[in-house]
């Protein structure tokens, strides 16, 4: 103690000022240090700085960019490179970073080299999404000019200090709640100096930023209504790249469906990580309702949730907006499926007939061990309940292969799920352990690679042969299309679209007839098309078109 007291005396006797202000033992030691003098709080954001300059890492705007004026944080016209990899969500939050940099003075470039700054929009959920982005952190390299590189969403959050470590031309890490941020970053990243922000937030949603959308003749767009997850299921890293569930306020929604609306956009994607569990309580009006969205016999691992503005209701008055406009949702839970969102499916034609319900496994002990809340009769039979009032639902669905604990018998209780279910189309994954998941502390990760792979192969084939089996079904069946792109990769000529059941109809372009006017012209991006359905493979559908229409017109 003698030792230290003569090398930091100051800051012992600070310490020993704030935790024994009240005690006679030291009053005569603490007697000499002046009254004005420094306190605690100095010391502690003085040993703070110096870490976090030794880490290159500057998380504040309090004391190590001081220096810098708001003017600083102006772009000035410098050129940015966005790169988005990963789910729906990560292209709604570039387009809210692009609204962000736009109103900052910066502008965007399609060229990499020119670039000034060069951000990548990352994922974390599966180690080989990670690794996409280290390779090509590996392949960036300063051209003739010094280029800022930044990285930002989930992988950003869950790596942090790693990234700048282990890349030495990050400049910039920034966390899902942290865009607002970003023209100080770059304004500090620009003086030399790396900067990081990945601090959680437990109300931020972006409601006041007008997402700059990234094909601006594109007819379809992404809203995002919720942030963040309270599952918890013990594979998914999810809750803490993104943190707590948090609902946008309805008010703010609707608003953008409208301005979509008018921009003349056909078709709307509502995005959240568990998008139907959404719950607006922003208004004090709706705390004392008393509903909830569960579905029965269906566990959660939160209390149930009750009043405020539910996705049911959401739904309801998105749908109104604007009858032409087709309305989806991404990605949900089987949980919060209650059969009055069903019921308003199925009254609105412009809400599409596609639900995505991810199963994850067939097998009771690995859905028990995943943390799902359900067994495989309670989603079977939400499937047969939701097939009652929709009988042509197309069901997708996600699964993982070889997750922990996973036997041979569980396996092909999976396969037997896909058959069962007969879904349009699965999205499918080997199972890949995540640091801090419930599974990272708790399992063991016991399922061979090889194993994981074979599985991985034997669920795709099967729900391709299911997928196959679908589409055969609409083999000569009329359906409606909104056409999304002109040409495709074999022809310049084709256009494709969607049907109401999401899958992708491909067919040649021509003059059509329109059922609403006399005009005849050929199809463009937006146009709702009847078509009918001669050629079926597991992915895509093609299909004869003869007429334009409307959506309301064709469901009349």
Known sequence: MKKLLEILPGKILAIQTARCSSSNAVASTTSSIPKDGPGLDHFIAKASATQ????????????????????????????????????????????????????????????????????????????????????????????????????LGCMAERVRHKILEKSKNVDVVAGPDAYRDLPRLLAVAGTGRNAINVQLSLDETYADVSPVRMDAESKNAFVSIMRGCDNMCTYCIVPLTRGRERSRPVSSILEEVRRLSEDGVKQITLLGQNVNSYRDLSETSFHLAASTSTVPGFRTVYKPKTGGVTFLSLLDQVSRIDPEMRIRFTSPHPKDFPMEVIHLIRDRPNICKQLHMPAQSGNDAILEVMGRGYTRELYLSLVDDVRTVLPDVALTSDFIAGFC?????????????????????????????????????????????????????????????QALAWNQKQMDREHLVLIEEKGTKRSQTAVSGRTDGGVKVIFENRVLPSEVNESEKELVTGDYVRVKINGATSQTLSAVPFSRTTLMKYYS
């Open 405 to 465: 604990g996973e036997t041979e018998d569980a396996h092909r209780d999976t396969i037997s799920l896909i058959h069962e279910v007969q879904y349009s189309f699965c999205y499918v994954f080997p199972y890949s352990m995540r640091e801090k998941t419930k599974a990272n502390y708790h399992l063991v990760d016991d399922v061979p690679e090889e194993v994981k792979r074979r599985r991985h192969e034997e669920l795709a084939t099967a729900f391709r042969e």
């Open 52 to 151: 976090r300059r030794s880490l290159k890492i500057m998380p504040t705007a309090t004391d190590s960019d001081s220096y810098l004026s708001p003017e600083d944080y102006h772009g000035r016209g410098r050129k940015v490179f966005y790169m988005t990899t990963g789910c729906q969500m990560n292209v709604n939050d570039m387009e809210i970073v692009r609204s962000m940099l736009c109103s900052s003075g910066y502008i965007e470039t399609v060229s990499k080299v020119d670039a000034d700054v060069i951000l990548l929009m990352t994922c974390s959920i599966r180690e080989g999404a990670e690794e996409k982005i280290w390779k090509e952190l590996r392949k960036i390299r300063s051209a003739s000019k010094r280029q800022i590189v930044g990285v």
